[in-house]
């Protein structure tokens, strides 16, 4: 095998690619208060949990019937971001300045 070199500076001086790893962060952002990972910890535990109700409503009501609830779910959460979408890529809104004051 042919080891490749890669060049991660070249990479890092096109500034039409968005990679996150790659971007500087200050220090602020790398400590967060205690308020902040039990929001983290509670998104976790809230998966947990609804992976849980999801197989309790698979085993009461059947797989189809949960099949079809998770597909109209789906369709109702792509509808509602449509907008969203469609407005964050005609005014050039990254997911910086979408998620900023998001918590």
């Known amino acids: ?5 890669r060049n991660y500076r070249a990479w ?12 500087y962060a200050a220090r602020s952002y790398r400590r967060w208060p205690a308020w902040l990972l039990a929001n983290t910890a509670l998104g976790g535990i809230s998966f947990l949990a609804l992976e849980a109700i999801g197989g309790a409503i698979t085993l009461s009501y059947g797989f189809h019937n949960a099949f079809a609830a998770i597909l109209l779910v789906s369709l109702i959460i792509f509808i509602t971001n449509l907008p ?11 997911m910086d300045l979408l998620t900023r004051g998001a918590g």
Do not use: P
Request: glycine content about 0%; overall charge neutral.
């Open 12 to 23: 890092v001086a096109n500034e039409t690619l968005e990679d996150y790893a790659l971007r």
């Open 84 to 94: 969203i979408a469609y407005y964050a890529s005609r005014y050039n809104i990254d």
């Open 1 to 5: 095998m042919i080891r490749v070199k």
